[in-house]
């Protein structure tokens, strides 16, 4: 099995940072659960502009981005019994020794890291499974036969409906469970 684990919301708590710096920038008080819809722009009152590039700036100061959970390196090397793992982002091109430098402080075992022009693209890269925070993406895992999703549950992704070979998790150790029911249909 080709898997494809997305960096930001699922690895990599990025609003941590992206919030500490737009609340030290616009005197806010936003938390990562301010953020109800995937349009965080549209709730901060900022441009998309400033949106990426203030997540951009977290990534310059990737030591202080939490991982999503503790002990996430054991969790994603479970991953490892049932294929090839690749670490699939969005990520602008330089953030990406950032990223990468994040990855093994955290040691997040991974085969390769792709980087996509956006979330959107991801889905043409054919992986047999997507773990993800976007609820766009899945949808449009869905619609296809030959892909399954994770969807792992972040405040952005909480009012996304229920969809075909879409599983919705919230936490890493429900993974295994859920990779057991896909390969064993």
């Known amino acids: 099995m080709r898997i494809a684990v997305d960096l930001d919301g699922v690895l990599a708590d990025t609003m941590v940072t992206f919030c500490r710096i737009l609340n030290e920038r616009h005197s806010t008080q936003f938390t990562v659960d301010s953020f109800i819809h995937w349009n965080a722009w549209d709730i901060a009152h900022i441009t998309k ?4 590039r203030t997540l ?7 030591r202080t981005i939490p991982p999503t959970e503790e002990n996430l390196g054991e969790k994603v090397a479970r991953l490892k019994n049932f294929g090839e793992v690749n670490i699939v982002t969005g990520r602008s091109e330089a953030t990406v020794p950032h990223a990468n430098s994040w990855l093994q402080q955290h040691h997040i075992p991974y085969h390769k890291f792709v980087r996509t022009v956006s979330t959107r693209s991801k889905v043409k890269l054919n992986y047999d499974l997507y ?3 976007s609820a766009e993406l899945m949808s449009l ?11 792992y549950s972040q405040p952005w992704n909480r009012n996304a409906g229920n969809m075909p070979r879409i599983f919705r998790i919230e936490r890493w150790d429900q993974i295994p469970e859920v990779l057991q029911k896909i390969a064993s249909p």
């Not at 502009?49 to 990426?52: L, P």
């Open 131 to 133: 773990i993800d925070d």
């Open 56 to 62: 951009d700036e977290a990534w310059f100061d990737w």
């Open 141 to 151: 895992i869905a619609s296809r036969l030959d892909s399954n999703g994770i969807l």
């Open 49 to 52: 502009d400033e949106f990426f």
